[in-house]
């Protein structure tokens, strides 16, 4: 399994933010897939293939004339089903003349496409991401593009959060995430690490949020969506207040958001949003998390994204050598023991290599 | 033959303009030969291999002495036959110590060279430029010097003008053009593509240098002599002044000429210039047309190289997949099939791979 | 042999100027080995492996803790000895979770490290610096770090002065010294060249330390100790005076020094220096030589790093050809054969490849 490709092809990934896609071309690599992605004049967003059946031009160097994408060189068109419906000087179309066209749909205000086989495309597959709608809970997001590392090294990130304590002293961190116990549990599809750290100090984002004096039960349950999906329930609340057993009436509570889509082996994109229930009108609120979090290098994230890219150069001088565990890492193992599985059940289906035209 | 070499060894390349070399050491690649070249006092360009023949360093940073190069390492000296005539500190000199001396000819405005078997470089195959002299036709060109792609990206680009209605509208692109058909003709060394539009309006560039009211018959009549070589006799004559039948004297005529050469497999030098029998004293002229095809990224010409490049790098993505053809590409066919068969029959000589020494 | 590592990994190797260790976490590859280096509470300067055990990320992405490393993502701890001292939420650490300590000698105003077997690293193998201590000989040098060059390439250019005619001409180049005979002695772990010129005019640079008119005999003793330290006692005396002899003290003596470390196979680190007996109080002129040396390119070591670079980038490109060998060579071909002997050495104690973890 070492030389397998590190994610599955018939899944939903995030591929572009909604109000990014306009009825214009844009190109975007998903699991090594070039793809030009549009949104149609009924609304529909749609991708295709970024290369022209005859002379591999991307098509995203092109236009667009109604639905249809011309391409830039010689004017072949293709409608928004892949099909070529016009070929320069010939009034015969080979019928067999046509670009992959990708499953599309839109959801949670996020764009998610299916490089994989079609015909298993199901829209209920869609991760759950509602936290993301923009109705009960509010907050603004981003996206690192083309992020230097191989997407699970995200995933391994998001789901063990004593790194808080190193890499994000003096917001997040606090040595009470490393002292505290966790769980995890998992089904077929999702894998979950639930952490409580109770009558402790709250660190000095959290203190700032809650604005009232005195220690807090802290709580942090992160839950992975295979094969590229994080959840992140987090917060808050006064000790002895119940939040433990339910009530999180008296605290804070946000979520953040990630959606980690492989776009080659070693680099992805990062969609990222952090949500909350609290303020939900303080708009300079909602900018500030924002900033917080990512903010020409200074934010949360960024730090995440110098250690992430770090290790992924590491990894690359390194080729031989394994990953050693600590306990932390049980939830991260269980997320790449998901995506694993379901690498291995497409290995089984498809056990010849596909051939480049079958792509 | 797949993963053949792209270009035949045997064959005249350009590798400069005259002009350009001077009595001083130039560095240039051609076919993957790495080449010094400078004009001796006799007037004649040499070209030798441009690494020293005892540790390799690059004879280009040298320097001449008279007419031979002088090592900048260890003071070696090297005739414009590539013999070693001095050695440091030794006076007996090792008669095998030699670098490669390629053969030369200055012709048409340009320096050829020829980087296969010096025995069989035959003045006479120079390819026909004779448009490129400086007397009937006049014009100023230009070059891309590693352009980063596969020169025969530059061929295709060439015999099929198709893409003109698409890469470059708005200045000589035109529907008539896809809309007409042509004729593909060829020999054992040249293949020649024509194409007349009859009684069309012309196209901006045209109806400028036309400056007469009313429809015109355009012509295209492309020729390629291989394995680099592009001559395209173009222009256009008022409707009905016999300008298919031979009679051009009430149109304007022009020729665009290309010398496409093999850098590496991967790019290659394009010399270019577009030349023209009216209104031949006009300088002003000369330089806007000479600034109409490439200017800082906005000509004619700039148009291609993107479109080309583009094309390589979607190449270098996808290597499996094959091209697709269309009836337009028929001249470009027989284009590469006159260079696949140069190199098949160069590859039946030589059986066995040389070995670097032999080179 | 051929492909072989080109240099041994049991053998000290300059990795910095001890000024440059500080009490702070320092990154630096070794014959192709990350290093992250620090100095201690009580001076001695420690070198781990530059990746942490549990998931690669760089320990010089951490910080110290007193003498300990903490790594920057997780907080796994090491002392200097390698060996984890903490991991984040255990209690018992896993007694394997070690990361290689490399041995360390400072001496000669430089920090060397051991890259290969820790259990033969005998300080007593570092290498004949002495003239780099700052008592009888007087200079300051610097370091190329991540010269992009094979190291034995810079052991080829000081172990043949030749090359001064060709490249340094115009300072210390003189055709004396291709005129003049030399001689190649060695032992096992050295070769050394030595080279008078009798009564010739001496170069403008040793023209102007002499300070005195008339010819001069002129001396070059290049000693190289493997399997990277090249010592070079050179200088000139007015003639007869009796130096050759070994009465200098009517001339003017200075040594060359240069450590040559491996970073990785096509790259290294040049740690120089240009030490004098004479005017050794003059500040100003230890400044001068200093930038004579290297000056922002235009120094002599900025014309020999031009070389180099490009005569490894000549290798890179004609991967089969062989060197050729003159005979101002035999010091250079006597250091590799040195170095050749060390490699095959271990190749014959080693005949296994070493599993990565046995790194």
């Known amino acids: 399994m070492t030389d397998a490709t590190p994610f599955p092809l018939n899944a939903w990934y995030a591929a572009a933010w909604g109000h990014e896609v306009r009825h214009e071309l844009a190109s975007r690599t998903v699991c090594s897939r070039d793809m030009v992605l549009y949104r149609r ?5 749609a991708a295709l293939e970024d290369a022209c059946w005859h002379r591999l031009l991307p098509l995203s160097l092109g236009w667009l004339d ?3 994408v011309v391409c830039g060189y010689h004017g072949l068109v293709f409608n928004a089903a892949g099909r070529c419906t016009h070929m320069p000087a010939q009034k015969t179309i080979n ?3 046509c ?7 839109e959801r949670h205000r996020l764009v998610w496409v299916w490089p994989g086989d079609p015909a298993r495309a199901d829209p209920d597959r869609v991760p759950d991401f509602h936290w993301n709608d923009g109705t009960d809970w509010v907050g603004e997001g981003g996206t690192y ?5 191989d997407y699970r090294l995200v995933i391994d990130n998001l789901m063990d959060l004593t790194h808080e304590t190193y890499v994000h002293a003096g917001s997040i961190g606090h040595e009470a995430i490393t002292d505290s116990p966790f769980d995890v549990t998992h089904t077929d599809k999702t894998a979950t690490m639930a952490r409580w750290m109770l009558n ?4 000095p984002f959290w203190a700032k949020q809650l604005d009232k004096p005195g220690p807090v039960d802290r709580w942090q349950i992160i839950r992975f969506e295979a094969p590229s999906v994080v959840v992140g329930d987090v917060g808050v609340a006064p000790v002895g207040t119940g939040a433990r057993e339910g009530d999180r009436s008296q605290g804070v509570n946000g979520c953040f958001l990630a959606a980690i889509t492989p776009e080659t082996e070693k680099t992805c994109h990062y969609f990222w949003n952090f949500v909350r229930t609290f303020r939900t009108h303080d708009a300079r609120l909602t900018r500030d998390i924002q900033l917080a979090h990512v903010n020409d290098g200074k934010g949360l994230y960024d730090q995440d994204a110098t250690v992430l890219q ?3 150069r590491a990894i690359d001088r390194h080729p031989r050598m394994p990953f050693y565990n600590l306990n932390i890492d049980a939830g991260a193992l269980w997320a790449r023991r998901l995506i694993d599985r379901m ?3 497409e290995a089984k289906r498809a056990p010849q290599p596909p051939s480049a035209a079958a792509e």
């Open 145 to 149: 593009y083309g992020l230097k590392c």
């Open 310 to 312: 770090a290790q992924q």
């Open 41 to 45: 004049g009924d609304g529909q967003v």
């Open 66 to 68: 109604g639905d249809q």
């Open 343 to 345: 690498v291995a059940s």
């Open 95 to 97: 019928p067999s003349a």
């Open 200 to 203: 402790i100090e709250p660190p």
């Open 99 to 105: 670009v992959r066209a990708f499953p599309v749909v």
